[in-house]
């Protein structure tokens, strides 16, 4: 019989829950009413070789109709991420998908800050592209995302691969867009990737985060402790080349260069491909297993700025605000991920 107290909460059912292991559930939204009905989505990111890995997910696989590419500064300034993402669309012959340029500089934080040091000088170093034939549609993107939002006939959902400045500068300018979800690439419930406790997404743009943990949204986050265990490994490279296409053969290049500088950064034996997880989670929910947890960015602290505090054992009492992924499974992702650069190659 449980222990009744003065309460006349089960204590023994609190301690219960403490212990209860920490199982994910499906990391997105519920069920749409018509579970085969595509998922409207904007992708915002800053490509970056991971970033590339999300594009083409998201323009390949049937469960996401993607509305449009907006790019932000990030792992490059914004020129370069912008010309990246027209890069890769091109050599993935991906079409008729807006692409818009955004902000080039962060919120408040102070600008500059790139990963020249993982992603090269280009932000998309490896491969040899050639001129992009994919314009740009507009240098506003947090306009051109409202207007898309605005008159779209479903929820849009969000997905943000870079650093969050775009999307919390719509929130801001449009309180109350009706956004369905955003899933975010960033932060960790373990540690950092440019400070022992900041995740880069989250550093570059720390009050950015917050406005988008605190928007009252529903937001899935995933973070570095899900992204470290989906690893381009030799054999992932080797299914990749089998392909024999030209578009597999940029994804060889871009992930052996990318595997270089996490081996001389990182001693990674195999780099994490972080970004298109946000896009896979979406397509098969079963790929991420989350916990609703009270997510609190850290804006003052002075060895911790930009760490993403994860309350998942509910110490602080707050409410959650976002769904933190905490269990993977890679096998899962990387059957969707090999099999868009194989139909977009087909086509290419
Ligand atoms: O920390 C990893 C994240 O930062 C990824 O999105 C990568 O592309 C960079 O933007
Ligand atoms: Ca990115």
Redesign the pocket.
Known sequence: MAQESVTGRDELQDVRDLEMPRRGTGCAAEPAEDAHAAIPVILDC?P????AFAIMLAAANPAIDLLAVTTVA??QTLDKTTLNARRIMTAAGISGIPVASGRDRPLMAPSGRV?TEI?GESGMDGPSFGEPTVPVVSTDAVGFMHSIIANHAEPVTLVV???FTNVAALLLAYPGVPVERIVV??GSTERG??TPAA???IYADPEAAQIVFGSGLPVTMVG?NV?HQVLATPSVLSKISALGTPLAAVCVDLLTFYASTYKSLFGFDSPPV??PLTIAALIDPAILGCSSAAVTVELNGTATRGATVVDLDRWTGAAPNCDAAVTVDPTRFWDLMIAAIRDLGDDT
């Open positions: 800053d970056g070789h991971d970033d990030g792992n990963a992603h691969t870079g650093p690439m960033g990737n440019v995740e880069f997404n570095l992204t972080h970004d």
